[in-house]
Each structure stands twice: as structure tokens, then as C-alpha cells.
Nanobody, 119 residues
Framework: QVQLVESGGGLVQPGGSLRLSCAAS????????MGWYRQAPGKQRELVAG???????NYADSVKGRFTISRDNAKNMVYLQMNSLKPDDTAVYYC?????????????WGQGTQVTVSS
């Protein structure tokens, strides 16, 4: 079983920055692909950024050039640095851990952390 705990959310003005952290436990962290998703009110959950066990990254078009995902396997941590924040970035942000095997995949989620971008 994988436990994920997010932190670092809050209220920030447009143009500001936040750094989200996700602490993982209960597994061999380095084997998992990690991701940050977000869900705004009335909208579906969407992928913001992902980082594989091999350290490849991918980003939603809406955050490219503004957000950076990283991981520290020694500390079982994944981070999301968010710069130049916009009101449209307001959402609950969730940390995801994914383990893929030939017959399927296992997804684990944190409880979420609220990010509000407003003046």
C-alpha cells in the first residue's frame, strides 16, 4: 500500500509562486511514475505534470514553461514548482503514484491540497 501526503498549497496572488510537495511511504518509491493532477470546481480531474521512474517529464500545455515537476528518490518526495500563477490554476492539486505491470496498473492518490490564485 502506498501513502501520499501533499503539502504546500495556499492562497497566492496572480503572478506569484508556490511549491507543492508530496511525501510517499509504504513502497519502493523509485519504481513508481509520479504525477500531479488538479481538479477545479465543476471540472474533471486533469494531469498537470508527470515524471517517470526514469525521470522523463511531461506537462499539460496550459502549464508548460511555468511549472516544473521533480523528484528526490532518496527522500521519497515529488515536487511541483509553480511560477507565474494564474487564476485558472485555482484547483485542488492531487499527487498520484502509478505502478504499471503487463496486465494493468495501480494508482494511488493523496488527499489533495488547495491552491487558490486570486488578488
Amino acid at each position: 500500500q502506498v501513502q501520499l501526503v501533499e503539502s504546500g498549497g495556499g492562497l497566492v496572488q496572480p503572478g506569484g509562486s508556490l511549491r507543492l510537495s508530496c511525501a510517499a511511504s509504504g513502497t519502493i518509491f523509485s519504481n513508481y511514475d509520479m504525477g500531479w493532477y488538479r481538479q477545479a470546481p465543476g471540472k474533471q480531474r486533469e494531469l498537470v505534470a508527470g515524471i517517470t521512474s526514469g525521470i522523463s517529464t511531461n506537462y499539460a500545455d496550459s502549464v508548460k514553461g511555468r511549472f516544473t515537476i521533480s523528484r528526490d528518490n532518496a527522500k521519497n518526495m515529488v515536487y511541483l514548482q509553480m511560477n507565474s500563477l494564474k487564476p485558472d490554476d485555482t484547483a485542488v492539486y492531487y499527487c498520484n503514484a502509478r505502478y504499471t505491470i503487463p496486465i494493468g496498473r495501480f494508482d494511488y492518490w493523496g488527499q489533495g491540497t488547495q491552491v487558490t490564485v486570486s488578488s
